[in-house]
C-alpha cells in the first residue's frame, strides 16, 4: 500500500469512527431520560455499540495515525475532529433522536454493506462484524419513526419538524472528502454518489409511507473540519475526565 492510499485510509477511518463516537455520546445523553424504561436500556445499548464501533475504526487507523482509541476520542480538539455536522447537534426531543438514528443507520447499512466488499481485506472483516450490530439500530429508529409519523397529530409534527431541520445534514454524509478518489481507485471505498442513490431509494419510500414528507432544500455540505459550536460544548463534557486524569488507565 503506497503512501498515497495510506493517507486517504486513514483520513476515511478516522471519519467513520469520528462519527460513531460522537454520535454515540449524543445518544448516550438520554440514559435515564428516555420515554419509557425499555427505550431506557435500549438507547443505552445503541450508545455503546455506537462507542465499541468507534473503536473497531480506531484501531484500524492506529498503524497509520499512531495513536489509540482513547487518544483519538478524548484528546484531540474539535477542529481536530472529522465528522459529520449531523452528529454533534444537541440530542433534541425523541422524535429528533429517532429521525437522526433512523438516516445515519440508513446510510450506515448502505456504507457497510460496500465496505464488507473492500479490497483492503481489515476493513472489509470489520464491516462485516459492525453490520451484522447495525442491523439492529436500523430495525430499532425505523420502527420509531413510523410509529411517530403515522401516530398523533403531535407525533407526526415532531418528526416532520425532526425531518425538515436534519435533512440537509445527512446529505453530508455523502460529500466526498479529498482524497476519497484514491480509495475508489484501489477498491477500498465506494463511489458516494453511488452510494446516496441507494440510500434515498431505501429511505425516501419508507419516510412517505410513513406520513412524512421529504423537504426541498439545499444539502449543507460543510467540509468535515467545519463544526458547529454545539461540538466544542459536547467535547468538553465527553473529555472531562480523560483530561483531568491524563495518567490513568481506563
Not at 80 to 103: I, S, Y
Not at 192 to 199: P, V
Request: aromatic share 10%; proline share 4%; net charge negative.
Amino acid at each position: 500500500m503506497n503512501e498515497q492510499v495510506q493517507q486517504a485510509l486513514m483520513e476515511r477511518l478516522v471519519a467513520m469512527a469520528d462519527d460513531e463516537v460522537i454520535l454515540g455520546h449524543r445518544d448516550s445523553e438520554w440514559t435515564g431520560h428516555a420515554p419509557i424504561l425499555e427505550e431506557d436500556i435500549a438507547i443505552a445499548n445503541i450508545a455503546q455499540d455506537e462507542l465499541g464501533h468507534a473503536i473497531i475504526w480506531y484501531e484500524l487507523a492506529e498503524p497509520f495515525t499512531g495513536n489509540d482509541a482513547d487518544s483519538m476520542a478524548f484528546f484531540r480538539d474539535a477542529r481536530q475532529f472529522r465528522n459529520v455536522q449531523m452528529v454533534e447537534l444537541p440530542k433534541g426531543d425523541w422524535a429528533f433522536t429517532m429521525m437522526r438514528q433512523f438516516l445515519y443507520d440508513a446510510y450506515e447499512m448502505t456504507l457497510l454493506a460496500r465496505l464488507a466488499e473492500s479490497a483492503y481485506e481489515p476493513l472489509a472483516e470489520a464491516a462485516d462484524k459492525v453490520r451484522r450490530e447495525e442491523i439492529y439500530h436500523y430495525r430499532h429508529s425505523s420502527t420509531w419513526v413510523r410509529r411517530l409519523g403515522l401516530g398523533t397529530e403531535e407525533s407526526n409534527t415532531r418528526m416532520q419538524r425532526a425531518l425538515d431541520h436534519l435533512w440537509p445534514y445527512a446529505l453530508q454524509l455523502f460529500r466526498a472528502m479529498p482524497n476519497d478518489s484514491t480509495l475508489i481507485e484501489a477498491g477500498m471505498f465506494p463511489d458516494l454518489a453511488e452510494m446516496r442513490a441507494a440510500w434515498e431509494k431505501v429511505v425516501v419510500p419508507y419516510l412517505q409511507e410513513s406520513d412524512l414528507t421529504v423537504p426541498e432544500v439545499e444539502p449543507i455540505y460543510a467540509e468535515r473540519h467545519h463544526h458547529t459550536e454545539h461540538l466544542v460544548d459536547l467535547l468538553a463534557d465527553m473529555q472531562m475526565v480523560a483530561r483531568s486524569l491524563p495518567e490513568a488507565v481506563w
